[in-house]
C-alpha cells in the first residue's frame, strides 16, 4: 500500500480497489458497446488517469480524444461559468460518445458538456463516472450511466484530482486535511 501524504486525512479507496472498479466499468462498458466503437471523451485535466486505465479495461473497438473544460479555477467549489479551454479534435456526429469523468458533484459542468456534444449530432452521449460524491439534500444535475464509486461530501484528491494541481499523481482516493484549502 502507498504511504499516505501528510496533507491527506485518509485513504478512501487503494490502489488495488481502484484497478477493481476500473476493471469491472470496463467490463460493462465493453459488453454494452461492442459494435459500437465508442468515442471516450478524457475530461482533462482530471479524468486523464482513470481514462487511460478504462481504455484499457475496455476490450471492444474504441477511440479516445480529450476535452479541457474549467469552471474551478484554483477553488474548492464551482464557479458555475463553463470555459471550453481545449476542444475536441475528432467529429462525433454520428459517434457513440462516452464522457469518461473524474469526478460528479453538482453535474453543472457536465450537463453543459453533455448538451454541447448532443448539439453535434453524436449518436449518443453517456457518462462513465469514476466517482459520484454523495451530497446530502442534492442529487447532481447528471445521471451518469456508469458509476465506479461514490464518495463522501469531502474534498477528495488522488487518481487525477487534484488541489490547485497538487496531489494528482496520488495512487489512491484521499480526503484533503481541510487546513490545507481553507487557508
Known sequence: ?????PDVQEILFSQDEIQEVVKRMGETISADYADKNPLVVAVLRGAFVFTADLMRSI??????D?????????????SGVVRIVKDLDTKIEGRHVLIAEDILDSGLTLSYLIKMLESRNAASVEVAAFSVKDIPGKRPAVNPRYVGIHVPDEFVVGYGLDYAEHYRNLPY??????EVYEN
Open 1 to 5: 500500500m502507498a504511504e499516505m501524504h
Open 59 to 64: 476490450t471492444c473497438p474504441c477511440t479516445v
Open 66 to 78: 480529450f476535452m479541457a473544460v474549467s469552471s474551478y479555477g484554483d477553488g474548492v467549489k464551482s
Open 173 to 178: 482516493l484521499g480526503v484533503l486535511k481541510p
